[in-house]
């Protein structure tokens, strides 16, 4: 059984390569128990996907709508007979109903990413590798949103409100798993599947972490999993992931873009900011970025701009082809490799220019909302994670105080390219009282 404490084991995400390689074949598994956004991921996984992505029929990108599957509010107390509606979305486009197939049957685990909808089985920022290999297979493939996550539709939410003193009580790995478990029993009933058709999961992350764990407590349900980027092995202070982030930057090979030069001068930047910081001279870094006055003032606010970066800095998402300006490595570094810009803290102040931050601006999370969830760990569990959603509580950060940890600090004498030493697990774990 998965332990209660906050730390669960070092278990090994994948232990069926050798069985998913014959079922999928031919397959390149990302198997990590680094952090998250190591170079493996950028250099491996995602640019391989990003550059060989085939098109995909158009009978595969219709978006399906949500269906519903009625789950146990907890699965660990016999006298809790409360359910709730989970949401999953289907792609049959290539599956053969007839009896007698042996496809695959694949499983997108949802997680802390982005809320599913139904791109997620047809053109997936979660699952895409299982996406591309629908029509080959002819599998039957399967998104599960995770408990709490959907919640922004109230109807499919283990609880009636959030506001409710313990309504997050739910909300654990060790119930995610046994949602996944209930799952898979319920549509191998529904598709009358049997065990021709081998279940795979997929997940990158805590989805990783979940689609990995699923398959080492339920392997009489699961045949494997890929679980990408999935840092099984909890730790509370993991400064290891600001570490492999600057190794990512050094990458560059697979049209990822980066270099030792560009790594050099991310550090450079940020190193005359933690100089004035530790000068008590905020003044000369609020003058020089353009920033309103007292905009660093207290530690918080100057944790807000420079503990992970004053611009953003794609690493774990990295995306070779994205569109917007300065929006992967190979885009950052064309701009911090530019010594005609100036020096190095000069060309930090136009990446965040080209990346849509007024010279007003603080914080990153008007332009990278995607990131605010570090900096609201800071601020506790129940601060709003957006303005379009005041009300909806940082279930990610609450898993982090409840089971994982995984606070990504940049400290002293580390390898982190940011301002170092003004953020440490102290700062993180106090947003959990």
């Known amino acids: 059984d998965l332990p209660s404490s906050p730390h669960p084991p070092p278990w090994v995400a994948i232990d069926m390569a050798q069985h998913l ?41 219709r978006k399906p709508a949500a269906r519903y599957h009625e789950q146990q509010q907890d699965h660990f107390d016999s006298d809790n007979q409360n359910t709730w509606q989970q949401a999953y979305y289907v792609n049959d486009t290539f599956w053969n109903s007839s009896k007698g197939s042996d496809a695959p049957v694949f499983l997108c685990v949802g997680g802390e990413g982005p809320p599913l909808d139904g791109s997620a089985v047809v053109s997936s920022v979660h699952c895409n590798i299982a996406v591309e290999w629908l029509q080959k297979k002819q599998a039957l493939m399967f998104a ?100 492999h982030m600057a190794v990512a930057y050094t990458v560059s090979d697979n049209g990822v873009g980066g270099s030792e030069a560009c790594r050099d001068a991310i550090r450079a930047g940020h190193s005359w900011i ?109 601060a709003p994670v957006s303005d379009s959603d005041p009300q909806m509580p940082d279930f990610w950060f609450y898993q982090t105080c409840k089971e994982f940890g995984f606070y990504q600090t940049c400290e002293v004498n580390s390898k982190c390219m940011f301002v170092r030493g003004i953020l440490n697990v102290s700062n993180f774990a106090s947003g959990c009282n």
């Open 21 to 61: 390689s014959q079922l999928v074949a031919p397959l390149v598994l990302c198997l990590m128990s680094a952090p998250r956004g190591s170079a493996a991921s950028i250099s491996g996984t995602v640019q391989t996907d990003a550059l060989n992505r085939p098109e995909q029929p158009k009978a595969a990108l």
């Open 144 to 243: 599960l949103e995770h408990r709490y996550y959907g919640c922004h539709n109230m109807s499919a939410c283990p609880v009636s409100d959030l506001t409710r003193p313990g309504a997050l009580m739910y909300l654990s790995s060790r119930q995610a798993i046994e949602d996944v478990a209930s799952f898979v029993r319920a549509m191998n009933a529904k598709y009358k599947l049997d065990a021709r058709n081998q279940w795979v999961t997929w997940g990158g992350s805590y989805p990783g972490m979940l689609a990995g764990w699923s398959r080492l407590k339920h392997p009489e349900l699961i045949h494997a999993s890929v679980a990408s980027s999935a840092p099984v092995a909890a730790t509370y202070d993991m400064p290891e992931y600001m570490d």
């Open 274 to 382: 933690e100089e004035r910081f530790k000068a008590d001279a905020a003044a000369e870094v609020e003058k020089r970025f353009g920033l309103k006055n007292g905009s660093l003032d207290t530690l918080n606010k100057r944790i807000d701009f420079a503990a992970s970066g004053v611009a953003s800095f794609p690493a774990q998402e990295n995306d070779p082809l994205c569109d917007e300006p300065a929006c992967n490595i190979f885009k950052v570094c064309a701009i911090m490799t530019n010594s005609s810009l100036g020096d190095e803290v000069q060309r930090l102040i136009h990446l965040r220019s080209v990346q849509g931050l007024g010279r007003n601006e603080a914080t990153l999370q008007s332009a990278a909302p995607w990131r605010s969830s570090m900096r609201l760990g800071l601020r506790g569990v129940f």
